[in-house]
T-cell receptor, first 111, second 114 residues
Framework: TQLLEQSPQFLSIQEGENLTVYCNSSSVFSSLQWYRQEPGEGPVLLVT?????EVKKLKRLTFQFGDARKDSSLHITAAQPGDTGLYLCAGVGGTASKLTFGTGTRLQVTL | GAVVSQHPSRVICKSGTSVKIECRSLDFQATTMFWYRQFPKQSLMLMAT?????????EQGVEKDKFLINHASLTLSTLTVTSAHPEDSSFYICSARGGWAEAFFGQGTRLTVV
């Protein structure tokens, strides 16, 4: 079973602070995705990283895929209350390109 | 992005009854659909993968006779929770994928068994 461990599990910060979420696995994935999920809704895709060492930026969010394609990080600069939510990484692999979701990081940004 | 619609969004049923959840791809043909289960404050756990016209592939530990999956068309998959019990109460989410790598998620169904 492929496991994706995220850290931290929970993060409560104030508006304007920076943060980094980590996603680690012992398995290699063909690609890795990051999602944000709000309560009572399905997850929404933020980004897909494919190449080892790849860095992608989405406004204040910076995503990095590890060189060995086993880990990834999400860095948020100047967090805002609208960034509050559950952040999930998901590794893509297998014959059906199944998603294996990470354990999740719950972010709360307060004023 | 493509739209995936799940119905119902919430359902309450009595213990022992069966509940059907629908997952529809509204603007694309979904060759593969996935069903997930999510407990409160936890991540998504894949239950099964279904391809149109063939039997679903269930993940280890998921009872296929309890969670019946049908993917009869390229735009519709259904998950039926049979003889539901309170421990089946959860948030069920589907995702659908067409001829590309990205899968699109439905809005989820909150099932409460009383």
């Amino acid at each position: 079973t492929q496991l994706l461990e995220q850290s931290p599990q929970f993060l409560s910060i104030q508006e304007g602070e920076n943060l980094t979420v980590y996603c680690n696995s012992s398995s290699v994935f063909s690609s890795l995705q990051w999602y944000r999920q709000e309560p009572g809704e399905g997850p929404v895709l933020l980004v897909t990283v494919v190449t080892g060492g790849e860095v992608k930026k989405l406004k204040r969010l910076t995503f990095q895929f590890g060189d060995a394609r086993k880990d990834s990080s999400l860095h948020i600069t100047a967090a805002q209350p609208g960034d509050t939510g559950l952040y999930l990484c998901a590794g893509v692999g297998g014959t059906a390109s199944k998603l294996t979701f990470g354990t999740g990081t719950r972010l709360q940004v307060t004023l | 992005g493509a739209v995936v619609s799940q119905h119902p969004s919430r359902v309450i049923c009595k213990s022992g009854t069966s509940v059907k959840i629908e997952c529809r791809s509204l603007d694309f043909q979904a060759t593969t659909m996935f069903w997930y289960r999510q407990f409160p404050k936890q991540s998504l756990m894949l239950m099964a993968t279904s391809n149109e016209g063939s039997k679903a592939t269930y993940e280890q530990g998921v009872e296929k006779d309890k969670f019946l999956i049908n993917h009869a068309s390229l735009t519709l998959s259904t998950l039926t929770v049979t003889s539901a019990h309170p421990e089946d109460s959860s948030f069920y989410i589907c995702s659908a994928r067409g001829g590309w790598a990205e899968a699109f998620f439905g809005q989820g169904t909150r099932l409460t068994v009383v």
